[in-house]
């Protein structure tokens, strides 16, 4: 049996659906403030931040914005989402609870690793049932946002055999280059084709997945 290091948002979950509305609000908290015109940003300028640590994220979107304002920004879109979780506006992709099904039955140990923060995470886990399926959960959070490849060391401290990493963004896949264990780039994510160019395997749906665990 193998275990199976899961991102999160982008992989099982349809992120954008929560984090594009509760960024259009923060863009508007931002433009009042007068750090920014535009707050009408569309979808496909959206989606590049989901999967990155929320560190990564406004040091990139906002470098030269004032520490304190990042960190108020953050949280306001860290609470938005967590009220449309509340509100069921989260939705998990097509045939991902099917998958986790599946692999959970055929005795392979589920890992959740996601660049979130533990509130979120733990919203995730009582929304969808997350611990019907997973033996494991981690966010970066919780280890000041390291790289995933860097928790990696703890998880395979915990959990012995064999390993593969899913998701769709880089940081994904640094964890397979970097411990020498095979990934499924998940092509339907957030990432692009480039930051998964190093998988072993490419997956267009949650449903292709399970046929190269099988492999």
């Given at each position: 049996m193998i275990n199976i290091i899961?991102?999160?948002d982008g992989t099982l979950h349809d992120s954008l659906k929560i984090y594009a509305p509760a960024f259009r609000?923060?863009?508007?908290?931002i433009a009042k403030d007068g750090f920014i015109m535009q707050t009408d940003y569309s979808n496909d300028e959206i989606k590049k931040w989901i999967g990155m640590?929320?560190?990564t994220m406004w040091d990139t979107f906002m470098p030269d914005l004032p520490h304190e304002y990042k960190d108020k920004y953050s949280a306001f879109i860290g609470n938005e989402m967590?009220?449309?979780?509340?509100?069921?506006?989260?939705?998990?992709?097509?045939?991902?609870?099917?998958?986790?099904?599946?692999?959970?039955?055929?005795?392979?140990?589920?890992?959740?690793?996601?660049?979130?923060?533990?509130?979120?995470?733990?919203a995730h886990i009582n929304?969808?049932?997350?611990?019907?399926?997973?033996?494991?959960?981690?966010?970066?959070?919780?280890?000041?946002f390291s790289p995933k490849y860097e928790i990696f060391n703890e998880i395979k401290s915990v959990y012995e055999g064999t390993y593969?990493?899913?998701?769709?963004r880089k940081s994904d896949m640094e964890i397979?280059?970097?411990h020498s264990i095979k990934a499924i780039g998940c092509t339907y994510g957030y990432g692009d084709l480039d930051e998964l160019k190093n998988a072993n395997y490419f997956a267009n749906s949650p449903k292709k997945i399970i046929e190269y665990i099988k492999e």
């Open positions: 899961f991102d999160y609000s923060c863009c508007k908290m640590d929320a560190k967590l009220t449309l979780i509340n509100e069921g506006k989260a939705v998990l992709y097509d045939g991902a609870e099917e998958l986790l099904g599946r692999l959970k039955a055929d005795g392979h140990k589920l890992i959740f690793l996601s660049n979130c923060k533990r509130s979120y995470m733990e929304f969808f049932k997350l611990n019907r399926f997973f033996d494991g959960f981690y966010c970066t959070e919780d280890y000041d593969i990493a899913v998701g769709d397979a280059e970097k």
